[in-house]
């Protein structure tokens, strides 16, 4: 069963902090990789998307990492702000879904001022 | 600004009732999709539409209806069937399906509740 995990489910940070999320899925013949972001009450949006052939895809303090052979991507988040909290989702899309997204269930960050 | 609207925010359903829910994109995407999203849960996809006058059902379809007359809308009904229907419902939408380069882009969601 082609699965998507995320642990922890909560993690909760001091302002400054650079952090890591973690992802892993669980077959690596995949399209792309996804992280989306999700405050309380509203949709996703999305942060990074990384292709099948790529490594990383950057984009300001946020840093995505793309490593198939182990099944695990992984979000860093340079200098943590009270502003970044929120939910971070990871999404796969496998080959042979026709477009449909594998979701991990979301790691809840609190930065703490 | 181009993007996704769905409406209402919320919304109710009493015992016996169809609802529906509005999805409106403006992106000109031809992909457009709807999950459902239960507390401490991932996403789960309902159903999802190529082109106009096609869809196909998701995961968990049953309880649901969807059609596609214009491109830019896809709506939602839950019906009667759907026995547990309280849930964050998201509407999203992509170029097309299949683009391993093009993400995928949500509206704010409805919260539907049984009264």
């Known amino acids: 069963k082609q699965e998507v995990t995320q642990i922890p489910a909560a993690l909760s940070v001091p302002e400054g902090e650079n952090l890591v999320l973690n992802c892993s899925f669980t077959?690596?013949?995949?399209?792309?990789l996804q992280w989306f972001r999700q405050d309380p009450g509203k949709g996703l949006t999305s942060l990074l998307l990384i292709q099948s052939s790529q490594r990383e895809q950057t984009s300001g303090r946020l840093n995505a990492s793309l490593d198939k052979s182990s099944g695990r991507s992984t979000l860093y988040i340079a200098a943590s702000q009270p502003g970044d909290s929120a939910t971070y989702l990871c999404a796969v899309l496998y080959t042979g879904a026709n477009s449909k997204l594998t979701f991990g269930k979301g790691i809840t960050l609190s930065v703490r001022p | 600004d181009g993007g996704i609207t769905q409406s209402p925010k919320y919304l109710f359903r009493k015992e016996g009732q169809n609802v529906t829910l509005s999805c409106e994109q403006n992106?000109?995407?031809?992909?457009m999709y709807w999950y459902r999203q239960d507390p401490g849960q991932g996403l789960r996809l309902i159903y999802y539409s190529q082109i106009v006058n096609d869809f196909q059902k998701g995961d968990i379809a049953e309880g649901y209806s969807v059609s596609r007359e214009k491109k830019e809308s896809f709506p939602l009904t839950v019906t009667s069937a759907q026995k547990n229907p309280t849930a964050f419902y998201l509407c999203a939408s992509s170029i097309s399906l299949g683009q391993s380069n093009q993400p995928q882009h949500f509206g704010d969601g409805t919260r539907l509740s049984i009264l």
């Open positions: 077959d690596s013949a995949i399209y792309n």
């Open positions: 992106l000109n995407h031809d992909a």
